[in-house]
C-alpha cells in the first residue's frame, strides 16, 4: 500500500505541475487585436425553449451592452415554445432595434441544434456568438470578445460563471464550473482546450458551414459546445481564449439534485466523442487527483500514506484562493476545501450516471 501511494504521490505532482504550468503559459497563447478605434461586427445567436421566466433578464442584459449598435445583430430562435418566451422577445422588439425572433414553422426539427443552425444560416456577419436563453451577459461582453476574436481566430472560447447565492446545489455547481474554466485554461496553455462552453463561444459562420455545422456533433444530445470545439481543433482550426472577468456571461445553478445531475451526467455523456488527445488530458489530470484523495481513507490503517491527500488539498487551497477572482468566484478556505472532496466525488458519480440516463433538452 505504501510503495503504491508513494507512486500516486509522485504521479500527482506530476500532473500538478503540468496543470499549473499550463495555467502560467496560457497568457502566451493568448491573441488580442487592436481596434484603433474600430470596432468589429457579431451576429449573437440564441436558441430558446419555454424561457418565459428567464428571457427577460436576457435580454434587459442586451439592453445594456456598451458596443455600436449598428456594429451587431441579436437572433433569438424560438425552439417551439408553448409558453410566452416568444411574445416576450417580440415585446423588446422596439427597445432593442437589432434584435429579430425566427419562429419555427410547424414542420421545422426540434431542438437546441436545430434552433441554433436556423439562426446561424441567417446571420449577416462571420463572427458569430453563441450564448443562452437563461443568461445575463454584462455592458463589456461584446468588446472584450471583439479584443479577442482576432483576424486569425476561428473559434473563441470564453468563461460562463454560475451566479453564486446559497445552498448546497449552488455552492457546487459554482466550485465545478471554476475548476473545470481553469482546466480550460491549462489545456489551452498547452495547445489544446479540452472544453468551451456553449453559453459564451464564438466561431466564423464560413467555417461552421464549410465544416457541417452541428452534424458532427450529431451523435451527443449534449456537448454541442464541446463537440464543436472537437471538430475546429480537429480541422487545425485557431482557438482562442477570453480570459478577461467582463467577456463572462452569467447564469443560473440548476435547482435541486435531481437536475442537477441530469445537467452534469448529459454533459458529461458528451465525454465519450472526445479526441484520445483531450480524453488523455481527462485522465491523466482527474485520476490522480481521485487517487491522491482516496489516500483519506487508510489513514487509520496506513497514516504514512495519508499525507497525500493532505499535500493535495494544501495545493487546491492555493490554486483556487490564487485564480478564483478571475473566474468571478470568491470561495472563503472553509468552502475551497470542502467543495474540493465533494468535488472529485462528484465527478464519479456523473460518469455512471451518463452511462445510465436518457436525456431530452427540456
Same mark, same amino acid.
Given at each position: 500500500?505504501?510503495?503504491?501511494?508513494?507512486?500516486?504521490?509522485?504521479?500527482?505532482?506530476?500532473?500538478?505541475?503540468?496543470?499549473?504550468?499550463?495555467?502560467?503559459?496560457?497568457?502566451?497563447?493568448?491573441?488580442?487585436?487592436?481596434?484603433?478605434?474600430?470596432?468589429?461586427?457579431?451576429?449573437? /445567436?440564441?436558441?430558446?425553449?419555454?424561457?418565459?421566466?428567464?428571457?427577460?433578464?436576457?435580454?434587459?442584459?442586451?439592453? #445594456?451592452?456598451?458596443?455600436?449598435?449598428?456594429?451587431?445583430?441579436?437572433?433569438?430562435?424560438?425552439?417551439?415554445?408553448?409558453?410566452?418566451?416568444?411574445?416576450?422577445?417580440?415585446?423588446?422588439?422596439?427597445?432593442?432595434?437589432?434584435?429579430?425572433?425566427?419562429?419555427?414553422?410547424?414542420?421545422?426539427?426540434?431542438?437546441?441544434?436545430?434552433?441554433?443552425?436556423?439562426?446561424?444560416?441567417?446571420?449577416?456577419?462571420?463572427?458569430?456568438?453563441?450564448?443562452?436563453?437563461?443568461?445575463?451577459?454584462?455592458?463589456?461582453?461584446?468588446?472584450?470578445?471583439?479584443?479577442?476574436?482576432?483576424?486569425?481566430?476561428?473559434?473563441?472560447?470564453?468563461?460562463?460563471?454560475?451566479?453564486?447565492?446559497?445552498?448546497?446545489?449552488?455552492?457546487?455547481?459554482?466550485?465545478?464550473?471554476?475548476?473545470?474554466?481553469? #482546466?480550460?485554461?491549462?489545456?489551452?496553455?498547452?495547445?489544446?482546450? /479540452?472544453?468551451?462552453?456553449?453559453?459564451?463561444?464564438?466561431?466564423?459562420?464560413?467555417?461552421?458551414?464549410?465544416?457541417?455545422?452541428?452534424?458532427?456533433?450529431?451523435?451527443?444530445?449534449?456537448?454541442?459546445?464541446?463537440? #464543436?470545439?472537437?471538430?475546429?481543433?480537429?480541422?487545425?482550426?485557431?482557438?482562442?481564449?477570453?480570459?478577461?472577468?467582463?467577456?463572462?456571461?452569467?447564469?443560473?445553478?440548476?435547482?435541486?439534485?435531481?437536475?442537477?445531475?441530469?445537467?452534469?451526467?448529459?454533459?458529461?455523456?458528451?465525454?465519450?466523442?472526445?479526441?484520445?488527445?483531450?480524453?488523455?488530458?481527462? /485522465?491523466?489530470?482527474?485520476?490522480?487527483?481521485?487517487?491522491?484523495?482516496?489516500?483519506?481513507?487508510?489513514?487509520?490503517?496506513?497514516?504514512?500514506?495519508?499525507?497525500?491527500?493532505?499535500?493535495?488539498?494544501?495545493?487546491?487551497?492555493?490554486?483556487?484562493?490564487?485564480?478564483?477572482?478571475?473566474?468571478?468566484?470568491?470561495?472563503?478556505?472553509?468552502? /475551497?476545501?470542502?467543495?474540493?472532496?465533494?468535488?472529485?466525488?462528484?465527478?464519479?458519480?456523473?460518469?455512471?450516471?451518463?452511462?445510465?440516463?436518457?436525456?431530452?433538452?427540456?
Amino acid at each position: 500500500m505504501t510503495e503504491f501511494y508513494s507512486a500516486v504521490f509522485i504521479g500527482f505532482l506530476f500532473a500538478y505541475l503540468f496543470f499549473v504550468f499550463g495555467i502560467i503559459r496560457a497568457p502566451k497563447n493568448l491573441k488580442k487585436r487592436s481596434n484603433n478605434g474600430e470596432a468589429g461586427y457579431f451576429s449573437i /445567436v440564441v436558441a430558446a425553449r419555454n424561457e418565459e421566466n428567464n428571457i427577460t433578464s436576457l435580454l434587459e442584459s442586451f439592453i #445594456l451592452i456598451k458596443f455600436p449598435t449598428s456594429n451587431y445583430e441579436i437572433i433569438i430562435c424560438d425552439d417551439h415554445s408553448t409558453d410566452a418566451t416568444a411574445s416576450i422577445v417580440k415585446s423588446y422588439q422596439e427597445r432593442i432595434p437589432n434584435l429579430q425572433l425566427v419562429s419555427p414553422s410547424t414542420d421545422s426539427p426540434r431542438g437546441k441544434r436545430a434552433a441554433l443552425q436556423a439562426g446561424i444560416t441567417i446571420a449577416k456577419h462571420d463572427r458569430v456568438i453563441i450564448t443562452d436563453d437563461d443568461c445575463v451577459t454584462q455592458a463589456g461582453w461584446l468588446s472584450e470578445l471583439d479584443k479577442c476574436f482576432t483576424s486569425d481566430t476561428q473559434f473563441l472560447i470564453a468563461h460562463a460563471p454560475l451566479i453564486k447565492n446559497s445552498g448546497f446545489v449552488n455552492s457546487i455547481s459554482c466550485f465545478e464550473n471554476m475548476r473545470s474554466f481553469m #482546466l480550460i485554461t491549462s489545456s489551452f496553455g498547452w495547445g489544446h482546450p /479540452v472544453s468551451a462552453t456553449a453559453r459564451n463561444m464564438g466561431f466564423r459562420k464560413d467555417i461552421f458551414h464549410a465544416e457541417g455545422g452541428y452534424t458532427p456533433t450529431a451523435g451527443s444530445l449534449g456537448g454541442d459546445d464541446d463537440l #464543436l470545439l472537437k471538430n475546429f481543433l480537429d480541422k487545425g482550426y485557431t482557438i482562442n481564449l477570453a480570459t478577461s472577468p467582463e467577456s463572462a456571461v452569467f447564469s443560473h445553478t440548476s435547482n435541486g439534485f435531481r437536475q442537477y445531475f441530469r445537467q452534469k451526467a448529459r454533459h458529461t455523456a458528451a465525454s465519450k466523442f472526445y479526441s484520445k488527445q483531450s480524453k488523455w488530458i481527462l /485522465v491523466l489530470w482527474h485520476l490522480p487527483n481521485l487517487y491522491a484523495q482516496s489516500s483519506i481513507l487508510f489513514l487509520p490503517f496506513f497514516p504514512e500514506v495519508s499525507f497525500t491527500f493532505f499535500i493535495k488539498i494544501l495545493f487546491d487551497l492555493i490554486l483556487v484562493l490564487s485564480l478564483q477572482k478571475k473566474y468571478n468566484y470568491n470561495f472563503n478556505p472553509f468552502q /475551497v476545501v470542502f467543495f474540493q472532496i465533494f468535488y472529485e466525488i462528484f465527478l464519479i458519480i456523473n460518469y455512471f450516471t451518463s452511462r445510465f440516463t436518457k436525456f431530452n433538452w427540456k
